[in-house]
C-alpha cells in the first residue's frame, strides 16, 4: 500500500508568484529540481503523475492535490494562483507559455527584502515586456552567456537565489546599476504601450479583435502561405532584410506573441503605435502606410475564414503552413544577401 508523502518543510506560496515558481522553491529546499519532486509524489500515489509539467494558467487538479497533501496546503489555494483563476476573462492567446523572461531588479529587491526569488505572475502576460515597479525591460537571455534563460533555484547565504542553469551565473541586476539612458527612454515609452495593451486586452471583444487581427496580420506570412518573412518586414523599409531564426517561430501562427522573444514583443507593440497611433489598433479606415502592409499578407484562415480572396481556392491548415515556415528557415541562403534562395529580397519602399 502507498503512503501520501508529506514534505517536512514547505514554504507558503507568495501573493503574485506563479505556481511553477513555489514548486522551484518547494523542490529547490531539497536541493531538486521540480520534475525530480514530482517522480518523488507521483511514486507515492501513482506512476505518471510526476512526468507532468505544472501548467501556470490551467493546472490539473490531480497534480495540485498531491502538492498540497505534501506541503500540507489547501488545494483550492494553489488553484486560485493558476492564471485562469487570476484572469478568467482573460483570452489564453494572452498568456506565455514557453521562456517566463524575468526582472532582475525585482530579484535583487527580494534579497533586500530578506525573502526567496521568486518568479512574478505578471511576467507570463504577452502583452509584458517591461516591469511596471522598475521601468527596465524584462529579460529572457542571461546577461553572462547571452543563451536562452532558463532559471535554477539555489541556496545562496541562506535565500534562494536565481541562476543561469547553462553558465550557473547569478542573476542580478548589480544593485541597480546606472542604466543606459537611451534603454530606460525606450522603456519607458514601452511601458505606456504595454499599459493600453494590457486596458485593451482587459476591455472586452471590440478592440481586442481588432487588436489581434493587427498583431496576426503583421506576423503573418509575407505575399504567400508559407513564406519565412513575415509583414512586418515591410516596416523595416531595408531591402533584403532577413527575418532573425529567434522570429521566424511567430510567422504565420495565430497567437504570433506567444512565441516571441521580449525584444520582438516590444518592437510588436512600437509597430502598432507607428501604424495606428495612440489608438493601437486598426480602425474602419487603415493609414496609407498600413494598407500596403495588409494587402501583402498572405490569406491564412484566421485572417481570410480559410479562403484565398484573391482566387477563392482554400487554404492549407495552420499546422501545414506552420511547418512549412520551419523547413524554409533552416533552407540556405544567398551568400551576399543573406536571403532564402527560393525568397524575394525586392520589398519595395512604403515610408514616404
Not at 531539497?30 to 507532468?52: C, F, I, K, N, T
Not at 513564406?227 to 504565420?252: K, Q, S
Not at 480572396?309 to 541562403?333: M, Q, Y
Request: hydrophobic share 40%; charged share 25%; with cysteine.
Amino acid at each position: 500500500m502507498m503512503v501520501s508523502a508529506r514534505l517536512p518543510v514547505a514554504p507558503r506560496p507568495y501573493q503574485d508568484e506563479l505556481l511553477s515558481s513555489w514548486m522551484a522553491r518547494v523542490a529547490a529546499r531539497y536541493g531538486s529540481e521540480p520534475l525530480e519532486l514530482m517522480v518523488y509524489l507521483a511514486g507515492q500515489g501513482g506512476r505518471d503523475a510526476g512526468a507532468r509539467q505544472v501548467d501556470d494558467v490551467a493546472p490539473d487538479m490531480g497534480l495540485l492535490r498531491q502538492w498540497a497533501k505534501a506541503c500540507r496546503i489547501d488545494p483550492e489555494r494553489l488553484h486560485r494562483r493558476s492564471l485562469a483563476a487570476r484572469y478568467p476573462d482573460r483570452p489564453r492567446d494572452w498568456f506565455l507559455t514557453e521562456t517566463v523572461p524575468v526582472c532582475l531588479a525585482c530579484f535583487d529587491a527580494d534579497v533586500v527584502a530578506g525573502r526567496d526569488a521568486y518568479l512574478r505572475v505578471n511576467w507570463r502576460l504577452a502583452e509584458q515586456v517591461v516591469c511596471p515597479e522598475h521601468r527596465t525591460m524584462l529579460l529572457d537571455r542571461c546577461p553572462a552567456c547571452r543563451g536562452r534563460l532558463r532559471l535554477s533555484l539555489r541556496m545562496l547565504n541562506g535565500l534562494l537565489r536565481p541562476f543561469c542553469r547553462k553558465c550557473g551565473a547569478v542573476l542580478t541586476g548589480r544593485g541597480g546599476e546606472t542604466e543606459d539612458p537611451l534603454k530606460a527612454d525606450f522603456a519607458a515609452g514601452v511601458l505606456e504601450l504595454q499599459r493600453q495593451i494590457n486596458g485593451i486586452v482587459r476591455g472586452g471583444p471590440g478592440r481586442l479583435d481588432r487588436l489581434e487581427r493587427g498583431i496576426r496580420t503583421l506576423w503573418a506570412p509575407l505575399d504567400r502561405d508559407g513564406a519565412a518573412r513575415p509583414v512586418l518586414a515591410l516596416w523595416y523599409d531595408e531591402p533584403g532584410w532577413n527575418c532573425p531564426f529567434e522570429a521566424r517561430a511567430a510567422v504565420g501562427r495565430s497567437a504570433p506573441l506567444q512565441h516571441l522573444s521580449v525584444s520582438w514583443r516590444a518592437l510588436t507593440l512600437v509597430i502598432l503605435h507607428d501604424l495606428f497611433g495612440a489608438d493601437l489598433v486598426p480602425g474602419a479606415v487603415l493609414p496609407e502606410v498600413a494598407l500596403v502592409l495588409f494587402q501583402r499578407a498572405a490569406p491564412l484562415p484566421w485572417l481570410t475564414d480559410g479562403r484565398d480572396l484573391r482566387n477563392g481556392k482554400g487554404k492549407r491548415t495552420i499546422d501545414a503552413g506552420a511547418e512549412r515556415v520551419h523547413r524554409l528557415s533552416k533552407r540556405p541562403v544567398h551568400r551576399l544577401n543573406g536571403n532564402f534562395l527560393d525568397e524575394r529580397g525586392d520589398f519595395g519602399r512604403i515610408h514616404p
